[in-house]
């Protein structure tokens, strides 16, 4: 067997530079996502969420639901200044919706839903970014089969 040539190698191969100092705190902070960048995924994992629970596929939406709830939990630990506002959104929007969807309910997931994207666009303006207004996609995404498992 011949070896494969070094710029095949895996990073994970790679051994760890004993010349680079380790970063500081200060350094890391820098790498972690920034607010658009978490939005942008919450935003993704909002509309896959409707459209999955419109499809039937309740797993599926229940994924998506928690995925933002994790990942606006995420952003509560690196922007402490929303930290309040998107714990209370948890527990009045993201929670409703999450049994709404473990009892497979399909008019109160559309109201739960409905009503937590609106005040999701109210804490937009709240928090000075009134440009910024979620609207469902009119088609579902492509990447995935929305529809429950055959």
Not at 53 to 61: D, K, P, S, V, Y
Not at 103 to 128: C, M, Q
């Amino acid at each position: 067997m011949t070896e494969a040539p070094p710029y095949y190698r895996k990073v994970s191969d790679d051994p760890l530079s004993k010349h680079s100092p380790p970063l500081s705190l200060e350094q890391l902070a820098q790498l972690l996502p920034g607010t658009g960048e978490l939005m942008a995924s919450v935003g993704n994992a909002w509309w896959k969420c409707a459209y999955a629970a419109r499809g039937g596929n309740w797993e599926l939406a229940a994924y998506f639901a928690r995925r933002v709830r994790g990942l606006q939990r995420k952003l509560a630990q690196i922007r402490p200044k929303y930290a309040e506002d998107l714990a209370a959104f948890e527990t009045e929007q993201v929670n409703p919706l999450l049994a709404a969807i473990g009892a497979h309910d399909g008019p109160s997931f559309e109201r739960i839903y409905t009503t937590a994207t609106e005040k999701a666009n109210s804490l937009h303006v709240k928090w000075a970014k009134p440009y910024i207004r979620w609207v469902l996609p009119d088609e579902p995404p492509k990447d995935l089969d929305l529809e429950p498992e055959r």
